[in-house]
C-alpha cells in the first residue's frame, strides 16, 4: 500500500474560513502506520547547492540536520543518513530516496506542491518513505519567516521527515494548532511541541541525558583491573558467563545511565537490552536533579545482570564463558566505580577507592 503526504505553498485564495466551536481533544495527527524500532536509513541524494543563506554547506548537510532535529527527541527509531547516495531513485525498492526532480515518479507535483512524501506500508509498519522536492521552485535554507522568492529547504525537509517517520497534517485532521506538520508552510521554521507529542506518540519519548559518563576506555580499564584482583588477591574461582567483559561494563554502564537519567528499573533494563538488540534509541527518561547522583540498588543491578546473561545465551547465541568476576561483584563494583566516578573523582581515585572498599576499607568518601 502506498500513500502521498504533499506539503504546500500557502493558498492564494482563501475560500472559506471555518471558526472552531469545540475545544480540540487531541493533537496531531498520525498517519497510521510506524516503522519497526531501529534505524530509518535514508539515502540522501540531493547534488550540490553551494553555500546557503544559513551557511549550510549542501542540501545534503542540511538534510542531515533536519533528520536530527527529529532524533533528538524519537527513542525507539531514529534516522541514520547514506551521504550521496547513488541507489535508483525509483519507487517501490523498499529504499528511502531523497531527492530533487521536475516529477513526481514520473507524475506531476500537483499544483502548488513544493515537495511530496510517498510511503509504503504493509499493515502497521511502515516500509519504505521517499521524499522528493519540486525543482519547479527555487531553494535556499534559512531561518524566520518566509521569502517570497526562496523556498526553505530546511523547513519543508523537517515537515518531509515528519510524514516518513509517519506523522500527517493537524490541520487536514480537524485541529488548528501550530506546527510545522500543518498541510502549509508558513513562518514555523523548526518543531513545535505539537510535532514533538506526534513524534513521540509513535517512537516513545525521552531526553538526551544530562549526566556525563565516563568514556567507555575508563571503565573498561577499571574492570580489566578488577578481573586482576579477583584472580589474583580474592583468589576467585571462575564463574559461567555469557556476557564478556566489554560486555558487561558497557550495558551495565549503559544500565546505570539510565537509571541515573530517571528511568525506573524496568524500564532501564528494557531500554538497555533494546540497545544490545540494536533497536533501542540512546535517551534517558528525564534530566537528573542536581546533587549526590542516585545509584539503584544492587538487588535491582544484580536482576538486570541477570537478563542480560539471558539476552547474550538466547538472543545472541553467545556460548559459554568463565570469569572470574561474578555477576554480583560486576553489577556491585562496577556500579561503585561509576557511582564514584559521577561524584567527582578522576578514573584514578574511583578506581582506588573502589579496590579499598574490596580490601575491607570501607566505603570511601565521594569526590565532591
Ligand atoms: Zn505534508
New binding site residues.
Given amino acids: 500500500m502506498t500513500r502521498l ?3 504546500a505553498l500557502g493558498a492564494t485564495v482563501i475560500a472559506t474560513i471555518a471558526l472552531s466551536t469545540s475545544t480540540p481533544t487531541r493533537s496531531y495527527a498520525l498517519e497510521g502506520p510506524k516503522w519497526a524500532n531501529g534505524s530509518i536509513v535514508m539515502h540522501l541524494q540531493l547534488g550540490p547547492s553551494g553555500t546557503l543563506i544559513d551557511g549550510a554547506p549542501s542540501w545534503g548537510s542540511v538534510g542531515e540536520s533536519a533528520m536530527a532535529i527529529w532524533n533528538a527527541y524519537l527513542n525507539n527509531s531514529r534516522f541514520t543518513v547514506v551521504r550521496d547516495s547513488t541507489v535508483a531513485k525509483v519507487s517501490g525498492d523498499s529504499v528511502n530516496s531523497v531527492f530533487f526532480d521536475s516529477t513526481l515518479f514520473g507524475e506531476d507535483f500537483g499544483s502548488r506542491t513544493l515537495a511530496t ?1 510517498l510511503y509504503w506500508y504493509r499493515g502497521s509498519r511502515m516500509t519504505e518513505a521517499d521524499v522528493v522536492f519540486n525543482t519547479e521552485y527555487s531553494w535556499n535554507s534559512y531561518r524566520g519567516s518566509l521569502r517570497s522568492d526562496l523556498r526553505d529547504f530546511r523547513r519543508v525537509a523537517i ?2 521527515l515528519g ?1 516518513a517517520l509517519g506523522l500527517d ?1 493537524p490541520d487536514e485532521n480537524g485541529q488548528s494548532v501550530t506546527a510545522i ?1 500543518n ?1 502549509t508552510i508558513s513562518n514555523v521554521d523548526n518543531l513545535v511541541s505539537d510535532d514533538i507529542a506526534g513524534a513521540q506518540a509513535l517512537y516513545g519519548s525521552g531526553v538526551s541525558g544530562t549526566v556525563s559518563f565516563p568514556p567507555r576506555n575508563e571503565p573498561n580499564d577499571f574492570y580489566t583491573q578488577l578481573i586482576g584482583i579477583y584472580q589474583n588477591e580474592l583468589r576467585a574461582g571462575q564463574s559461567l558467563t555469557y556476557v564478556d567483559p566489554e560486555g558487561t561494563v558497557i550495558w551495565l554502564t549503559e544500565y546505570a545511565r539510565q537509571r541515573v537519567g530517571q528511568c525506573d528499573h524496568s524500564t532501564a533494563s528494557q531500554r538497555t537490552l533494546d540497545q544490545v538488540s540494536g533497536t533501542g534509541g540512546t535517551l534517558v527518561c528525564a534530566a537528573t536533579p542536581s546533587g549526590t547522583i542516585p545509584f539503584p540498588p544492587r538487588n535491582e543491578g544484580l536482576d538486570f545482570m541477570n537478563a542480560l546473561q539471558a539476552k547474550y545465551r538466547d538472543s545472541l547465541g553467545r556460548a559459554a564463558g568463565s570469569t572470574y568476576v561474578n555477576n554480583e561483584g560486576a553489577v556491585v563494583w562496577v556500579l561503585e566505580y561509576l557511582r564514584y566516578r559521577l561524584n567527582g573523582c578522576s578514573h584514578g581515585d574511583a578506581t582506588t577507592k573502589v579496590f579499598m572498599q574490596i580490601r575491607g576499607q570501607g566505603i570511601q568518601p565521594v569526590c565532591q
Avoid: D, G, I
Fill in positions: 503526504a504533499r506539503l512524501t515537515h518531509e510524514h497534517h506538520m498541510s
